[in-house]
């Protein structure tokens, strides 16, 4: 089985900075795209930023200029890079990425348990 563990979430100020950390573990030959993901109160999960293999990067709208995305593959782990945060940014932050765990195999997703950010003065 595969497992996405998140870190670096917590409580910013207007303005302020976080960087977000997923890092993928368990039975994994290779990892294809690996994206954020966020979820406000009452709201639907939205696409945050993705980036691919190749080190290809998409943005929403809402965040671009502002976030950043990246990749390690040797530690299989993707960050967000979050600047110039917002009220409107907080949300539960969740990492989504698509697995390879046999050769020839199918592209299988995982998402991680979420990790809350709280933009408050």
């Known amino acids: 089985q595969v497992q996405l563990v998140e870190s670096g979430g917590g409580l910013v100020q207007p303005g302020g900075s976080l960087r977000l950390s997923c890092a993928a573990s368990?039975?994994?030959?290779?990892?294809?795209?690996m994206d954020w993901y966020r979820q406000a109160p009452g709201k639907q999960r939205e696409l945050v930023a993705a980036?691919?293999?190749?080190?290809?990067?998409n943005y929403a709208d809402s965040v671009k200029g502002r976030f950043t995305i990246s990749r390690d593959n040797a530690k299989n782990t993707v960050y967000l890079q979050m600047n110039s945060l917002k009220p409107e940014d907080t949300a539960v932050y969740y990492c989504?990425?698509?697995?390879?765990?046999?050769?020839?195999?199918?592209?299988?997703?995982?998402w991680g348990q979420g990790t809350q950010v709280t933009v408050s003065s």
């Open positions: 989504n990425a698509g697995v390879i765990r046999s050769h020839w195999g199918p592209t299988l997703w995982y």
């Open positions: 368990g039975s994994i030959v290779s990892i294809n795209a």
């Open positions: 980036i691919t293999s190749g080190g290809s990067t």
